[in-house]
């Protein structure tokens, strides 16, 4: 296909020296560790092989597709979890992801703006649940950590008659909300500084550039809404004393 990556040797050298590079960075800036980046991009290599021999199966029927979505989420939840540190608290970081992706997915689907084909429904819902990850992710990791940092603010916001749960939002809600900072940036500057997967994936499968448009917009902005939702939630749960770090 006109515009689509060559497969050969090149690609594979191109792709390790960009590994490498990345790498190299990392260790010699001391920004952390550099084997991380390696690990990354070998378990892409990995699980995006897997998924390609996968996906063909999949997409040739309903109830498996609604099950690889399942299974893409449950991925989000534990990677999410395991990020932020608290893995015993799985369930309240998967409900923080699911309320942000069930509405989107669900106004998408039940409107017909998007078809109820396995093609589209797989590909959106995979941007919608990362993005919902990353979002939840960087949020409850910034609550935890200001609570933790700030811990005298909050005494002292006690002291003054604060309830525990208001206290805690004081401290660590305008920190949390950076998580959204991404997402805006995007949004606000796409076909300006970026276009972004969906869109060029629209225009490799042949679409017109209008109908490539329209698809990245209804992306990002349900990614806008799956983000805020679950963003919101899931400071909530840190304010509640439900999310903490052993």
Avoid: N
């Avoid at 950076?178 to 997402?183: C, K, S």
């Amino acid at each position: 296909m006109t515009g689509s990556i060559v497969l050969g040797p090149v690609l594979a050298i191109v792709l390790t020296a960009l590994v490498a590079l990345g790498a190299v960075v990392v260790w010699r800036g001391e920004i952390g560790q550099g084997r991380a980046v390696v690990i990354a991009a070998v378990r892409a290599v990995v699980q995006l092989a897997a998924v390609s021999f996968v996906i063909t199966a999949v997409l040739r029927s309903g109830w498996l597709t609604g099950l690889f979505v399942l299974l893409m989420f449950a991925v989000a939840a534990v990677t999410s979890a395991r990020r932020v540190g608290v893995p015993r608290q799985l369930a309240w970081i998967a409900t923080a992801i699911g309320a942000g992706v069930a509405p989107v997915l669900a106004l998408v689907l039940g409107s017909g703006v998007l078809p109820p084909k396995p093609i589209a429904v797989v590909p959106v819902a995979g941007i919608v649940i990362g993005g919902a990850m990353s979002a939840t992710s960087q949020a409850a990791r910034r609550a935890l950590d200001e609570l933790k940092t700030r811990h005298g603010e909050y005494e002292a916001a006690l002291a003054l008659g604060f309830l525990r749960r208001a206290a805690a939002l004081e401290i660590c809600r305008p920190s949390a909300g950076q998580a959204l900072i991404p997402a805006l940036d995007q949004t606000r500057t796409v076909g300006l500084v970026t276009l972004p997967g969906a869109y060029v994936g629209v225009l490799l499968g042949g679409a017109s550039p209008v109908q490539a448009g329209v698809t990245q917009v209804l992306v990002l902005i349900g990614l806008l809404a799956a983000e805020s939702i679950a963003v919101l939630l899931v400071v909530q749960f840190v304010a509640a004393g439900l999310i903490v770090r052993d």
